[in-house]
């Protein structure tokens, strides 16, 4: 089945050892998101690309950075993991920027642990 | 400014009970709204998609509701399985998506 896979389910990393997640679609899809989702908040955006265009969010802190070799892979660097990182990260594709018809698919999710 | 808010926050029904979960928002030029459930540990699923004033879309015992500032989840006699949080998310004019923080829905068989 086509769909959107996010390696690892789980992470655990030290405070401050950089860290990478791994997010790859079988979709076709033109545009690959993150997100952060903390316990019983909303995802928040922290960058998408349209094909290979990249797209930061003003409020995403510099900590993170992102990379999309082609199409069917995505990756989330965190630089230097603080306990304030700890959270789901979830990736998303769309077919274009609207989202239609079928909204966003989402990974998964890694769960994300700084000890 | 942009805003999505979803009420309540966590509901519990017994199996059988209706319902409805609201997701009220404030947008500039909204494109579209949708409606997805996340079960613990997991991604969101993606359940409807609307995009203007009066329209429906259902699914086994859910139905989706627009109006120009709110839109409804309705669960028509639910079961234990149908428990989640159910999450609302709009897009903007500027293509934005934004989420709200979901309602927790428990039925208690």
């Known amino acids: 089945d086509a769909m959107v896979i996010q390696n690892p389910r789980y992470q655990v990393t030290q405070f401050g050892k950089p860290v990478t997640l791994s997010c790859s679609q079988t979709?076709?899809?033109?545009?690959m998101y993150w997100y952060q989702q903390k316990s019983s908040q909303a995802p928040k955006l922290l960058f998408h690309?349209?094909?290979?265009?990249?797209?930061n969010e003003a409020d995403t802190p510099d900590n993170f950075q992102s990379r999309r070799p082609n199409t069917s892979f995505c990756f989330l660097d965190i630089r230097s993991p603080g306990l304030g990182d700890a959270a789901m990260y979830l990736c998303?594709?769309?077919?274009?920027?609207?989202?239609?018809?079928?909204?966003?698919?989402f990974g998964s999710g890694t769960r994300l642990t700084v000890v | 400014e942009d805003q999505v808010t979803q009420s309540p926050e966590a509901l519990r029904l017994q199996e059988g009970e209706s319902s409805s979960l609201n997701c009220s928002y404030t947008?500039?030029?909204?494109?579209?709204l949708f409606w997805y459930r996340q079960d613990p540990g997991k991604g969101p699923e993606f359940l409807f998609t609307?995009?203007?004033a009066g329209e429906e879309k259902e699914k086994e015992r859910l139905k989706a509701t627009l109006t120009k500032k709110e839109s409804f989840l309705h669960i028509t006699a639910p079961k234990p399985e149908d428990s989640a949080t159910y999450l609302c998310?709009?897009?903007?004019?500027?293509?934005?998506?934004?989420f709200g923080k979901g309602t927790r829905l428990h039925i208690l068989p």
């Open positions: 690309y349209y094909d290979k265009d990249f797209n």
């Open positions: 979709l076709n899809h033109n545009v």
């Open positions: 947008v500039s030029g909204l494109r579209g």
């Open positions: 998303a594709t769309s077919r274009d920027s609207s989202g239609a018809p079928g909204g966003y698919t």
């Open positions: 998310a709009v897009q903007a004019g500027d293509d934005k998506i934004i």
């Open positions: 609307l995009y203007s």
